[in-house]
């Protein structure tokens, strides 16, 4: 079970590209979420999604998009990257329904520069 | 406005005990998280707390009190892969989490 894939690993992108960060989980969970971390700032949320077909926004979404056609795919776009979207991203996913703590699980990040 | 407030830094010995911090005032309490995040790594699930009280597992525990808006994370024996940071989030009445900025913890022999 490889539970949250993130592609690609790292990316140096020029700035006004657009970009495409994906995200794959193959353990059924119904939410998932994209997070920026910064240097001295905790994870921040961009968007999420409670279940397929779904999305909602986090507290930084302005740049950014998302879709979630499926359940195990969660795909975040820069329409046009600049500079300040140079950070790590995380996916995660939970089961939120199934009762419990609803504990979030992440993928290995995405480290992108944008120039 | 949402905050939580941990320490920015902490050294510990080998083999000690070391107790990592939370404060947090949020709109809503549904629950706290301590997670793991070595260097360069994801973050990892290690504690979570919704009721006051000690919740004790293996080397790890963490404590919360709600009318406080706290919790510590406490490690013992500690360890040189104990290195790491270690983030507290709440969720708040909204479900989403909301995170610390994380305490960087270094082991030294």
């Known amino acids: 079970i490889a539970g949250i894939t993130q592609a690609p690993t790292s990316q140096i992108l020029a700035a006004g590209r657009r970009m495409t960060l994906r995200c794959t989980q193959d353990?059924?969970?119904?939410?998932m979420y994209w997070y920026r971390q910064d240097l001295g700032l905790g994870l921040r949320l961009i968007h999420y999604s409670n279940t397929a077909g779904t999305t909602g926004k986090g507290e930084v979404p302005d740049g950014y998009s998302v879709s979630r056609a499926n359940t195990d795919d969660f795909p975040l776009t820069l329409a046009s990257a600049v500079p300040s979207q140079t950070s790590v991203y995380f996916c995660?996913?939970?089961?939120?329904?199934?009762?419990?703590?609803?504990?979030?699980?992440f993928g290995p990040g995405t480290r992108l520069t944008v120039l | 406005g949402q905050n939580i407030d941990q320490p920015t830094e902490m050294t510990a010995t080998e083999g000690a005990i070391v107790q990592i911090n939370c404060t947090y005032q949020?709109?809503?309490?549904?629950?706290l998280f301590w997670y793991q995040q070595h260097a360069g790594e994801a973050p990892t699930f290690l504690s979570y707390?919704?009721l006051d009280g000690l919740e004790e597992k293996g080397r790890f525990s963490s404590f919360l009190s709600r009318s406080k808006g706290y919790s510590y994370l406490l490690l013992k024996e500690l360890q040189m892969k104990d290195s790491a940071s270690y983030l507290c989030?709440?969720?708040?009445?909204?479900?989403?989490?909301?995170w610390g900025a994380g305490t960087k913890l270094i082991i030294k022999p």
């Open positions: 707390n919704v």
């Open positions: 949020t709109s809503g309490f549904n629950g």
């Open positions: 353990m059924r969970h119904n939410a």
């Open positions: 995660a996913s939970s089961d939120s329904l199934a009762g419990g703590p609803d504990t979030q699980y």
């Open positions: 989030a709440v969720l708040d009445s909204n479900y989403q989490l909301i």
